[in-house]
Nanobody
Framework: QVQLVESGGALVQPGGSLRLSCVAS????????MAWYRQAPGKQREVVAD???????NLADSVKGRFTISRDNGKNSVYLQMNSLKPEDTAVYYC????????WGQGTQVTVSS
């Protein structure tokens, strides 16, 4: 079964931290560069960070120094550690392949607000 399940989103105050998790089916995860995307209301979905099968990472300029992406190849999982959160980080966060994304999961809502 092809699926992606994201979790870990919440309401958090500015300056707070969250850790998002994503479990993918092996057919999606194995050998793929995985990415975290986000979509804010009224905006297009954008790539926040990606990690290759060999653990090389890239981060969008807007989150550099605050977010960290990692993966566990043994668990078909990818994680996003988010620190120093800002209101502009508010969005639904999704994980998927960076290249040739597959069917999207339900995402996880992150709301940064005081």
């Amino acid at each position: 079964q092809v699926q992606l399940v994201e979790s870990g989103g919440a309401l958090v105050q500015p300056g707070g931290s969250l850790r998002l998790s994503c479990v993918a089916s092996a057919s999606i995860f194995s050998g793929a560069t995985m990415a975290w995307y986000r979509q804010a209301p009224g905006k297009q979905r954008e790539v926040v960070a990606d990690v290759s099968p060999f653990y090389q990472t890239n981060l969008a300029d807007s989150v550099k120094g605050r977010f960290t992406i990692s993966r566990d190849n043994g668990k078909n999982s990818v994680y996003l550690q988010m620190n120093s959160l800002k209101p502009e980080d508010t969005a639904v966060y999704y994980c998927n392949r960076k290249y040739s994304p597959r069917v999207w999961g339900q995402g996880t809502q992150v709301t940064v607000s005081s």
